[in-house]
């Protein structure tokens, strides 16, 4: 089974620009989360996406919004980018039909550099 | 709010010695707790999950934890390691709402 596929790995933006990030879960898993990951902070929540619903949200700003298609796939926006937005985004995908005790299975991310 | 703390940011140790990589974690209900590790250039890799039952996990790659609710550590344990166990390991939390919390890292870095 393949894992889970972020594109791209890397990207390069300025200040004021918008990315968006996408995101393939394993087949047959439906929730799809995803984190930022930074040198400062550490491994912080973004959203959870279930269904195509987002089913539980972090202590981002507005800035940050995602959505997930009716194959789970999902993408990420990030509008306005600012400096600090340069970290690793990972996307996980949760075993099962989505539990809340099942693991996730973290994609090897996408490196966004803000200049 | 629940929270982990990785007590050792960095743990350096000898090729074919023991570690232990400590994790606390604050909580007054039920936790599902698990393992990571990050290599260079790489997302996060599932090492061990504790969700019910035995206190003792075995994970892959020769990793162990033990689950102590008493103390609230899920402390991560290998009685060998390799050269190639060098990477960061991360301990996390799942909330009642299905997020994960993470501790900040623990970089284990195995010399020759």
């Known amino acids: 089974k393949a894992g889970v596929t972020q594109t791209p790995r890397y990207l390069i933006k300025t200040r004021g620009q918008q990315v968006t990030l996408s995101c393939s879960p394993i087949?047959?898993?439906?929730?799809v989360s995803w984190y930022q990951q930074t040198p400062g902070q550490g491994l912080q929540f973004l959203f959870e996406?279930?269904?195509?619903?987002?089913?539980n949200k972090g202590n981002f700003p507005g800035r940050f919004s995602g959505r997930q298609f009716s194959n789970s796939r999902s993408e990420m926006n990030v509008s306005t980018l600012e400096l600090g937005d340069s970290a690793l985004y990972l996307c996980?995908?949760?075993?099962?039909?989505?539990?809340?005790?099942?693991?996730?299975?973290f994609g090897d991310g996408t490196r966004l550099s803000i200049l | 709010a629940q929270s982990v703390t990785q007590l050792d940011s960095q743990v350096p140790v000898f090729e074919e010695a023991p570690v232990e990589l400590r994790c606390n974690y604050s909580?007054?209900?039920?936790?599902?707790l698990f393992w990571y590790v990050q290599y260079p250039n790489q997302g996060l890799q599932l090492l061990l999950k504790?969700?019910?039952?035995?206190?003792l996990v075995k994970g892959i790659n020769g990793f162990e934890a033990e689950f102590n609710k008493s103390q609230t550590s899920f402390h991560l344990r290998k009685p060998s390691v390799h050269i190639s166990d060098t990477a960061e390991y991360f301990c996390?939390?799942?909330?009642?709402?299905?997020?994960?919390?993470f501790g900040q890292g623990t970089t284990l870095q195995v010399k020759p």
């Open positions: 909580s007054s209900v039920s936790v599902y």
């Open positions: 087949s047959g898993h439906r929730s």
């Open positions: 504790y969700l019910s039952g035995s206190t």
């Open positions: 996406y279930f269904s195509e619903t987002q089913r």
């Open positions: 996980a995908s949760r075993e099962g039909t989505g539990q809340l005790n099942q693991p996730q299975h």
């Open positions: 996390a939390v799942s909330e009642n709402t299905g997020k994960l919390i």
